[in-house]
Nanobody, 115 residues
Framework: QVQLVESGGGLVQAGGSLRLSCAASGSIFSISTMGWYRQAPGKQRELVAV???????NYPDSVKGRFTISRVNAKNTVYLQINSLKPEDTGVYYC?????????WGKGTLVTVSS
């Protein structure tokens, strides 16, 4: 089992920045890929960033250049740096990891971007 706890969300003005953190505990040795998803009000959850155990990253075009994912394996933590925030970035951001082929999710952290 892996437990995930996100932090760093909040209310920010458009153009601002936030850094989200996700700390993993439990069977952390099993973790391979780590990522962040977001769910905007009334929309489906979507992937916004992923990082492999080897450090390779991938982003959808909608956030490329503004979002940066990183991980510190020694701290069992994955981060999401979000710059140039837009109102459409508003939503709940969820941490996601894969451990031994099993998906684990955090409870989410709310990001609200005001115009």
């Amino acid at each position: 089992q892996v437990q995930l706890v996100e932090s760093g969300g909040g209310l920010v003005q458009a153009g601002g920045s936030l850094r989200l953190s996700c700390a993993a505990s439990g069977s952390i040795f099993s973790i391979s890929t780590m990522g962040w998803y977001r769910q905007a009000p009334g929309k489906q959850r979507e992937l916004v960033a992923v990082i492999t155990s080897g450090g390779s990253t991938n982003y959808p075009d909608s956030v490329k250049g503004r979002f940066t994912i990183s991980r510190v394996n020694a701290k069992n933590t994955v981060y999401l740096q979000i710059n140039s925030l837009k109102p459409e970035d508003t939503g709940v951001y969820y941490c996601h990891v894969i451990g031994y082929g099993i998906d684990y999710w955090g409870k989410g952290t709310l990001v609200t971007v005001s115009s």
